[in-house]
């Protein structure tokens, strides 16, 4: 698995935007809206700190273990590598839900005169800001469970005798 590129998830996250943007124009052209969820921020919020936290335990248990303290808890490679999908999908995930919301709110900014709109553009921009924050603990997250270059990254792509 590749590491995360913020090219990607940008790339994901406008052409999510401009979909959105141009489908609630055309669902508002109807005469209806959709609605931005209260719950989409706090949801999104609420992966941001559990990919955080688990990057902070796992980036405090290495340090320990490569400290060689006594007692430290070791660090199971499959746990970290479990960590680091999760964090790569919510990362991808959470690039695609922003772009969603943050085209919706772009739409939603020519009518905040109106109460019910004005709620829902807020909520579009929390979404963002949540989104971004879920794909920056990703990427601390993937950071902390890097491993360090070795003598052996230079030669990988090419056969050994």
């Known amino acids: 698995m590749g590491q995360l590129r913020i090219r990607v998830l940008f790339g994901i996250f406008a ?8 489908g609630t124009r055309l669902w ?5 809206l959709p609605s931005v969820p209260l719950a989409a921020p706090i949801v999104l919020a609420a992966i941001a700190v559990v990919l955080l936290a688990t990057a902070l335990s796992l980036r405090s248990r290495l340090r320990a273990q490569r400290e ?12 970290a590598a479990r960590a680091v999908v999760f964090g790569h999908a919510s990362a991808l995930v959470a690039a695609l839900v922003a772009g969603m919301y943050g085209g919706t709110g ?5 009518s905040l005169d109106i109460p019910a709109r004005r709620d829902q553009a807020y909520y579009a921009g929390f979404s963002v800001l949540a989104g971004i924050a879920v794909i920056a603990a990703a990427i601390f997250l993937e950071r902390v469970c890097k491993l360090p270059d070795g003598p052996d990254d230079e030669h ?6």
């Open 156 to 161: 990988q792509g090419t056969a050994r005798a």
């Open 106 to 110: 772009v739409f939603l900014l020519g």
């Open 28 to 32: 508002d052209s109807l005469g209806t």
């Open 15 to 22: 052409v999510a935007g401009v979909l959105s943007w141009g």
């Open 68 to 79: 060689r303290r006594p007692g430290a808890k070791g660090v199971d490679p499959m746990m």
